[in-house]
């Protein structure tokens, strides 16, 4: 049976993070991807500035980048300026085609259309046949077959619905609406010649069907067409469990890495990525960037339930949210995981 040192299951943001670190150190790797081509997958794609500086990614990646943003809730508008940009947009398509050339120089193997049907012992069943592994990466999501493999429920789901518009939107914007999306909220993220609009919610407060509802009752009222585009939903996993179950370990939403404030989770897949590929190369590494990325995520949960929790309390509290904001009395950083 074909052996490697690495398998990744899930060619996304986290897996080939992983991948082209554990190939550039000489591990013979392989990434499973069941999709046909790697790259497409529902997301607005916003992702703190520096994070981006951080991974060296070209400038011209860069769909939009804000130095200002608009954070509104139904009684009030907070308009942050920062002299850099805070958060940057990127295609997704853009952004995997740049990681998977990284991953394919540093020498890693991918093969798409290449589904993980079972996991048992220490090897794999896919829908090309049998293959065995000394380490083995879950970064399949949040539907995470490595996860199950590993008997880890998932309670904590948020679900995001996006609609890619075919025109720029001048500002950034974050809509806190408790009424429409109790803790969750909705967000105008303008790409280079596209702009995401979409909302975000915890599942257990809204299922996607009224999430989509209130979402399309919003953008009338906000006087966006949104009939130009298409409605894609996916579900945000921020049910955090553990990543570490050498030789099995989990990356991005299969760990449930995500805020589940905001459904931010990209730069989590990177981050526990490169986490995961360093701790295989050295399992005395110390995850000093994954543990401060784990503390944001564990306030953020916090505020997601306790926003969740009573409606009228909830609108309070996040009027007072945006109050602290616009006085800078807490910074914008509170909404981002970094
Ligand atoms: C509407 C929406 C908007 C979002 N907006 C943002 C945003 O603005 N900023 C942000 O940071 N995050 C955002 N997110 C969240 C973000 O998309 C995810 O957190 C991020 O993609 C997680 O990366 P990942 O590498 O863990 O997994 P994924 O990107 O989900 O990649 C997992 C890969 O695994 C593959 N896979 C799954 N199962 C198998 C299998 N059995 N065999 C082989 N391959 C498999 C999948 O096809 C997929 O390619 C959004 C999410 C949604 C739904």
């Given at each position: 049976m074909e052996t490697f040192d690495a398998i990744i299951i899930g060619a996304g943001p986290g897996g080939?993070?992983?991948?082209?670190?554990?190939a550039s150190h000489g591990l013979k790797t392989l990434v499973?991807?069941?999709?046909?081509?790697?790259g497409p997958k529902v997301c607005a794609g916003g992702i703190p500035f520096h994070a981006l500086a951080k991974l060296h990614v070209p400038d011209d990646l860069h769909e939009a980048s804000f130095p200002t943003q608009i954070i509104q809730s139904p009684w009030q508008q907070a308009k942050v300026h920062f002299k850099e940009p805070v958060i940057t947009t990127v295609n997704r398509e853009r952004f995997a085609a740049w990681q998977l050339d990284e991953a394919c120089k540093a020498g890693a193997i991918i093969r798409t259309a290449s589904a993980v049907t079972a996991i048992s012992g220490a090897h794999l069943t896919t829908t090309h046949g049998e293959i065995a592994y000394h380490s083995l990466i879950g970064a399949d999501g949040s539907a995470s077959?490595?996860?199950?493999h590993l008997g880890l429920g998932s309670q904590h789901i948020g679900v995001g619905i996006n609609y890619q518009l075919p025109e720029p939107w001048p500002a950034m914007e974050w809509h806190l609406d408790p009424k429409r999306f109790n803790s969750g909220y909705a967000w105008i993220f303008p790409h280079r010649r596209t702009t995401s609009v979409g909302a975000y919610a915890c599942r257990n407060d809204l299922d996607a069907s009224t999430l989509h509802h209130r979402l399309l009752a919003w953008a009338k009222i906000r006087g966006i067409d949104l009939s130009a585009a298409k409605a894609k939903a996916a579900l945000i996993n921020f049910d955090y469990q553990g990543w570490n179950f050498a030789p099995v370990y989990l990356v991005g939403d299969a760990a449930g890495l995500a805020s589940g404030f905001t459904g931010e989770g990209i730069f989590p897949a990177i981050v526990s990525g490169e986490t995961v590929a360093r701790t295989i190369l050295d399992p005395c590494y110390q995850p000093i960037l994954l543990t401060r990325l784990l503390r944001r995520q564990r306030m953020h949960n916090r505020l997601q339930k306790f926003y969740s929790?009573?409606?009228?309390?909830?609108?309070?509290?996040?009027e007072m949210l945006v109050l602290a904001i616009r006085l800078k009395v807490i910074g914008f950083e509170v909404l981002e995981m970094y």
């Open positions: 080939l993070r992983c991948a082209t670190i554990l499973l991807e069941r999709k046909t081509e790697v077959i490595v996860r199950r929790g009573n409606k009228v309390l909830c609108q309070i509290s996040l």
